[in-house]
T-cell receptor, first 111, second 115 residues
């Protein structure tokens, strides 16, 4: 299956702590993207990392990609209560022409 | 940045009726649009991929006669849930990709409730 698998399924931390979520996949990819979804809302694109990249930063977000292990991680530093949401990875294969989503990690940041 | 408008955001309909959901790319031409379905606390399940001017490609297990997709222009795709039943109640989300773009832009989703 191309579908990404994320862990943990749920993560609860205190404000100010760092949150790390992982995504593993099985097929080759062209890029991997991370999205955020607040309850009952659409998805917001956070960051895209290409298959030839190993790490990308965007503000408090840091994404790594290890294509040899077929895994990616999303690190949110100095978390805030407003970071509470579900986070999904999506793997994209150009030949397939579509993205496939992982099961998501539900992050709760307690104030 | 790229914006995708999806509406309605919420719709309640009676069993047996049909519901149309629209997905528009506002500031770019979307050569490809995708329709997803999401059950509560679950991931997004790709239903179909639509390319402008051609028939949609449905994922395995998705009934094409029940979920009609039309992508008549480079900025508009519609999903029609025909003869809706309570089990069709779900959150439907579209996304669009511009030519040459790597990333996808998502609509805000439609909460469908069939009573």
């Amino acid at each position: 299956s191309q579908q990404g698998e994320e862990d943990p399924q749920a993560l609860s931390i205190q404000e100010g702590e760092n949150a790390t979520m992982n995504c593993s996949y099985k097929t080759s990819i062209n890029n991997l993207q991370w999205y955020r979804q607040n309850s009952g809302r659409g998805l917001v694109h956070l960051i895209l990392i290409r298959s030839n990249e190993r790490e990308k930063h965007s503000g408090r977000l840091r994404v790594t990609l290890d294509t040899s292990k077929k895994s990616s991680s999303l690190l949110i530093t100095a978390s805030r209560a407003a970071d509470t949401a579900s986070y999904f990875c999506a793997i994209h294969n150009t030949n397939a022409g579509k993205s496939t989503f992982g099961d998501g990690t539900t992050l709760t940041v307690k104030p | 940045g790229a914006v995708v408008s999806q509406h309605p955001s919420r719709v309640i309909c009676k069993s047996g009726t049909s519901v149309k959901i629209e997905c528009r790319s506002l500031d770019f031409q979307a050569t490809t649009m995708f329709w997803y379905r999401q059950f509560p606390k679950q991931s997004l399940m790709l239903m179909a991929t639509s390319n402008e001017g051609s028939k949609a490609t449905y994922e395995q297990g998705v009934e094409k006669d029940k979920f009609l997709i039309n992508h008549a222009s480079l900025t508009l795709s519609t999903l029609t849930v025909t003869s809706a039943h309570p089990e069709d109640s779900s959150f439907y989300i579209c996304s669009a990709k511009g030519q040459g773009e790597e990333g996808y832009t998502f609509g805000s989703g439609t909460r469908l409730t069939v009573v």
